[in-house]
């Protein structure tokens, strides 16, 4: 049964290991991939731009919000 868990996993693994290693090992250390650092060197490797750029008012980080149902 845990194997059937695994198996995505290890199947990511062998199919791109430097991709999943990297994604593991910011996942890990909890970088921020829109942090400058590690945002201008993904920009410089192939042209890759973090997607959720959001700043500002439009984000919200504090608390949980309502929600209302008609």
Do not use: Y
């Not at 984000?59 to 309502?66: M, T």
């Amino acid at each position: 049964m845990l194997l059937n868990e695994l198996t995505p996993i290890i199947k990511e693994l062998v199919a791109e290991p430097v991709a999943f290693c990297s994604g593991f090992i910011s996942g890990a250390l909890r970088l921020n991939l829109t942090d400058d650092p590690v945002k201008t060197w993904l920009e410089k490797q192939a042209g890759f731009t973090p997607t959720n750029t959001q700043t500002g008012s439009s984000v919200r980080r504090s608390g949980p919000q309502s929600i209302d149902i008609d």
